[in-house]
């Protein structure tokens, strides 16, 4: 009797497309692809993506579980206690690094900030120049990626969702 159910009933939307999603873990500092937005970690830390590239952590266990594997890219930064970091590229146009002008905006700003504005008062003071589509995504996985990497020894440190400020 009952028809074989057709797509009509419950349809989930289901998106033939792939869309991968780079991204850093924010547990171990792999570079990841996420396929559609989510996925686990080698680590086994849970991904995801919003807003572009920026990768967050699922905090449940048991969510991270049923992620599908995410693709590793690069394995996580070796830091050698001690060593003295490289010096960011050096740029002869009197720019800084993204990181190098957060950094100033930063610790000029005296308070947390989120990337777009980090970005835009970098911008507006000219510490910096970009042709990327996604100028705060960027700066925010820089940011995010120096953490990770250098712990304590990072400029930078977490404030508020989304926020970030200097190490004092
Ligand atoms: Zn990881």
Not at 57 to 84: Q, R
Request: glycine share 10%.
């Amino acid at each position: 009797m009952a028809k074989k159910q057709g797509q009509k009933n419950g349809v989930k939307k289901v998106s033939k497309k792939t869309e991968k999603v780079r991204g850093i873990c924010r547990a171990c500092g792999r570079v990841v692809e996420l396929p559609n937005h989510k996925g686990r970690c080698e680590c086994g830390q849970g991904l995801i993506a919003r807003g572009g590239r920026v990768v967050r952590i699922k905090e449940t266990p048991h969510g991270c579980l049923e992620m599908d594997a995410a693709t590793t890219i690069s394995e996580p930064p070796v830091v050698v206690p001690g060593e003295p970091e490289k010096r960011s590229r050096k740029r002869t146009d009197g720019k800084l690094s993204g990181l190098d002008a957060a950094a100033q905006v930063l610790a000029d700003a005296g308070e947390p900030l989120d990337a777009k504005t980090t970005v835009e008062r970098m911008l507006a003071k000219g510490l910096w120049e970009t042709a990327g589509k996604t100028p705060p995504a960027t700066i925010y996985a820089a940011i995010i990626r120096e953490i990770a990497k250098k712990g304590d020894a990072s400029r930078f440190r977490k404030a508020e969702r989304g926020k970030f400020t200097v190490a004092k």
